[in-house]
């Protein structure tokens, strides 16, 4: 796939501070991860880009299979103070450059973000999402393990420990 170069370039130059394309082979889709979603983040069933209305682990283990390359981007060092409106840029720059790269003729680009979806103050479950071309799953929600993921991809990403640390936001597009 030539010239999947550019869209590194394009997410630095949207505000990125890391990004690379991997290969498929390299994200980790475990079943313990969506559990953690359902016992530990208050917006499980709440939103529709979380457990229990994002696709399971088995589903996303077999598209995943369906792509050959990954565009892993990173936003790093991200202050507690700053973590709602860096988690609503990420989730518009995985927006734009999946739109980018699937009028470059990669139909099947499709982006997922980390954490849950920020874009309505409070998610109706029971209507569908109101910004369908923004809005993507959670890796995590999907079962996808971001740490195992990002480190074989050879970029780091460390537990935040308390909680006012900075913390790393991490997203991607799956490319063919």
């Known amino acids: 796939m030539p010239g999947l170069r550019k869209y590194v370039e394009r997410a630095l130059s949207m505000g990125m501070t890391k990004a690379r394309i991997i290969s498929s082979e390299n994200v980790v889709v475990k079943n313990w991860v969506r559990i953690k979603c359902q016992y530990g983040c208050g917006g499980y069933d709440k939103r529709l880009t979380c457990p229990p209305y994002s696709p399971t682990p088995e589903y996303t283990r077999k598209m995943v299979d369906e792509y050959s390359k990954v565009l892993l981007m990173q936003i790093e060092d991200i202050p507690p103070e700053r ?6 840029k990420l989730k518009s720059v995985v927006a734009k450059l999946e739109r980018e790269i699937f009028l470059d003729g990669y139909y099947k680009a499709f982006g997922m973000t980390s954490g849950p979806c920020r874009l309505c103050r ?4 029971k209507k569908p999402c109101k910004y369908p071309y923004e809005a993507r799953p959670a890796m995590e929600a999907c079962g996808i393990d971001v740490y195992q993921t990002v480190r074989n991809s050879g970029l780091r990403l460390d537990v935040v420990k308390e909680e006012d640390g900075c913390c790393t936001f991490n997203a991607l597009i799956l490319i063919e």
Not at 83 to 88: D, G, H, K, V, Y
């Open 122 to 125: 409070t998610c109706n479950t």
């Open 83 to 88: 973590e709602m409106r860096l988690s609503r």
